[in-house]
Nanobody, 124 residues
């Protein structure tokens, strides 16, 4: 079994920064891709960023390119999402997901393991 736990959400004013953390534990042989998704009320879940834990490849959604960075330290855990120049439209519940294989990394249905989410609120 694989467990995914997010942390680091909070409230910030527009233009500010936050860093989210994602810890993946358990049978991690089933995981080599970690991704962040977000979902605002009334909207579909959106792929924000993903990272290949073995090769370091990264993916970013168009709405966050140049503002968000997904990364990890030398170890595979945790995976961080650095968020800068935050906008009110970034307000959402942010979820970490873990899966296997660098393909369709923007699709939520690719991932078998999900955390419970952490709320990010950006005020204008």
């Amino acid at each position: 079994q694989v467990q995914v736990v997010e942390s680091g959400g909070g409230s910030v004013q527009a233009g500010g920064s936050l860093r989210l953390s994602c810890e993946v534990s358990g049978y991690t042989a089933k995981v080599n891709v970690v991704a962040w998704f977000r979902q605002a009320p009334g909207k579909e879940r959106e792929g924000v960023a993903a990272i290949d834990l073995e090769d370091g490849l990264t993916y970013y959604g168009d709405s966050v390119k140049g503002r968000f960075t997904i990364y990890r330290d030398n170890a595979k855990n945790p995976v961080y999402l650095g968020m800068h120049t935050l906008k009110p439209e970034d307000t959402a519940m942010y979820y970490c997901a873990a899966g296997l294989g660098w393909y369709d990394v923007h699709r939520a249905d690719k991932y078998n393991y999900w955390g419970r989410g952490t709320q990010v609120s950006v005020s204008s």
